[in-house]
């Protein structure tokens, strides 16, 4: 039987939203009010990933972290995020973009500091073989484990899984 064939096109609200993490906690609570849809997905694109996310005020994209291999670039639409780097803090409005070369090593993360919701969309590639490092906690993601099979796996930073 053949799959049904994907959209080439459909209102962005369409495509189911996805709340919460995949973090392990402790580290999933900490992510607030975070929704995601997954618009790339919803075409069948592989190469590469598309989501418009939705933060509430005190959510956070993600933990401050930073990729081996994927690149990764947001858009804010709305609202005001503070994107917190190595280098610190800037505050991002409406209109500003921000981008994240792979293997750089500079952490990085959005916070909702503010009253109001804000809308963005993420891009980033999907690489066999990244790992994601998080500076400030004991957390890796692998992408692919030891016998070299595609995985998505948080771990301890001695190797240990949750």
Known sequence: MTAPA??????????PEI????YPE?????MGDRAKRRLGEAFGISQFGVNLVVLGPGAQSALRHWHTLEEEFVYLLE??????TDAG???LCAG???GYPAGSGNGHHMVN?????ARYLEVGGRCEGDVAFYPDDDLLWVFRDERGQAVETAAHKDGRAY
Do not use: I
């Open 113 to 117: 500091r503010s009253a109001a919701a």
């Open 19 to 22: 709340r919460g993490s995949g």
């Open 6 to 15: 994907k959209p080439t096109a459909l209102p962005a609200l369409a495509v």
């Open 89 to 91: 803090e800037t505050t």
């Open 26 to 30: 402790p580290f999933k609570s900490r």
């Open 79 to 84: 609202g005001e995020l503070v994107l917190v």
């Open 96 to 98: 500003d973009c921000a």
